[in-house]
């Protein structure tokens, strides 16, 4: 996933005839399977010996969102909170009437936007 | 996994004559669920309906398939795309009863994609099939991010891999329709209290069905055919 993110990017910067890249901002849904820790290490190891090296990675988290198809609630999670499950369990069930949910955000893997440096005298 | 696509929106503002930012707003994720779409809409087309099957490996997906087969080919023509990191022994396994069965390797990605099972769609015949049951490699986690394109999805859990599966792997059961607790044959041997793991599904996802199951004997896999209503 994040060689995805450096590829994008270094296609973006390419496009633009950037010389190097400043920051780059991402969004991450919290029901993705992604880890920051791991997104900002491999990133790391992979913008090493391009434009992109010493760029600054700027990571937003989103919480997961769902949605009610009987009350129309639209909100976090419910979370079945019995001591048996050790954590709070989330669940589909709809914490206001009790119906059942669909998830409707917190999916995203996002390259919302970068920061290029171009050359100086460059049109745009 | 092909580069996700990008979509440039607009330039947002140029700072200090040097620093531009781009307002991307490309979404990796979302580029493999526009193909799961795609194949979704081709299967839609030649009224093929597609079935994933997920579940830890081990976990007796391709027992279940294999048994499926076997009770619905005289009612449709089947078809399985069965994805595993390098053999094509399973495949084997399904073509056996009948069914054509497309192994897609994946070398070492421990998930199936929307990009890999559109391009084993395009080496079927569609016209000659009614039903395509796509099993995932084995793997409770990733297959949980990434759509193909199918109308439901099968989790299958056995009480060989322990009473907390369930609860460990919320997000791949909310993705559930029907949930099968396989290998019941062993859950005393195993002192797993199977009535529990159901529980945990149903309080995780109260819209999957669940059927407990012995996929080498063929026990229970009537109420996962009925669970999808074949």
Known sequence: ?124 | MRPAVVYLKEVVKAEAGEVYDIELEADILEANRKLAKKNRELLRKYDVKAIDVMGATGSGKTSLIEKMVQALIGRYRIAAFKGDLTTTIDAERIKRHGAEAVPITTGKECHLDANLVGKALRNIDLKQIDLLFIENVGNLICPAEFPLGSEQRIVVVSVTEGPYMVIKHPFIFMDADVVVINKMDLADAMGIDVKKLEMDVKTINPKASVAVTNCRSGEGVKKVIEALGL
């Open chain 1, 1 to 124: 996933m994040t060689s995805q993110i450096v590829e994008n990017v270094l296609r973006e910067a390419r496009k633009h005839n950037a010389k190097g890249v400043a920051e780059v901002h991402l969004v991450i849904g919290k029901l993705t399977f992604l880890g920051l820790e791991q997104v900002r290490f491999s990133y790391k190891v992979l913008t090493e010996g391009t434009i992109m090296e010493n760029s600054k990675l700027f990571i937003e988290t989103k919480d997961g969102v769902v949605k009610c198809g009987s009350c129309g609630y639209e909100g976090s999670f419910n979370y079945e909170d019995d001591p048996m499950y050790h954590i709070p369990l989330p669940t589909l069930k709809c914490p206001k009437c009790g119906g059942t949910v669909d998830i409707v955000g917190g999916r995203e893997c996002l390259i919302k936007n970068v920061k290029l440096i171009l050359d100086e005298g460059c049109q745009h």
